[in-house]
């Protein structure tokens, strides 16, 4: 009986992307005005705090990839987003961090609401960003891999997801 304590114990407190392969997803939201929202890391991110990044949080158990994003932004920013197409995934791989994520990451809009800081310890400051703004920026991996791959797959300039 103490050995089957001691293993709901430990796997009660195991952390997800520490103790084994946590799923992340994020949002590449984009307004009319073909800015992308990011928030800059605070200091009780779980990782990469400082870096700018496109919002977004873990997956739960029975939850989806979409339901996911949409519920991260409305908690940590007060404002709903919809989900309009997978643009990549990320392999979060953080060594230094002892940490191992995989990150797909959604273009997505505004539905409705205006966006807050809502957990100031998790995140410092919020912005609307050009494509040319965001190039000079401190990225966390995944954003400058999704910064990537928006250039690769709209090299003209960022879909208009209002029409």
């Given at each position: 009986m103490y050995i089957i304590k001691l293993l709901i114990n430990y796997f009660i407190t195991m952390k997800r992307g520490v103790d084994y392969i946590g799923v992340g997803v994020g949002a590449i939201i984009i307004n009319k005005d073909k800015k992308i929202f990011c928030h800059k890391r605070g200091q009780k991110a779980k990782n990469e705090q400082g870096k700018w990044d496109m919002p977004g949080g873990g997956v739960e158990?029975?939850?989806?990839?979409?339901?996911?994003?949409?519920?991260?932004?409305?908690?940590?920013?007060?404002?709903?987003?919809?989900?309009?197409?997978?643009?990549c995934v990320t392999n979060h791989i953080l060594k230094e961090e002892g940490q191992h994520w995989v990150a797909p990451s959604f273009i997505s809009k505004i539905k409705s609401g205006e966006p807050k800081i809502l957990e100031p310890e998790k995140c410092e400051a919020i912005g609307w960003f050009t494509m040319e703004e965001i190039k000079d920026m401190d990225l966390s991996m995944t954003t400058r891999h999704d910064y990537e791959m928006l250039l690769k797959k709209y090299p003209n300039g960022l879909p208009d997801l209002y029409i």
């Open positions: 158990f029975n939850e989806t990839l979409e339901d996911t994003i949409v519920r991260e932004i409305l908690e940590e920013h007060d404002f709903v987003i919809e989900p309009v197409e997978l643009l």
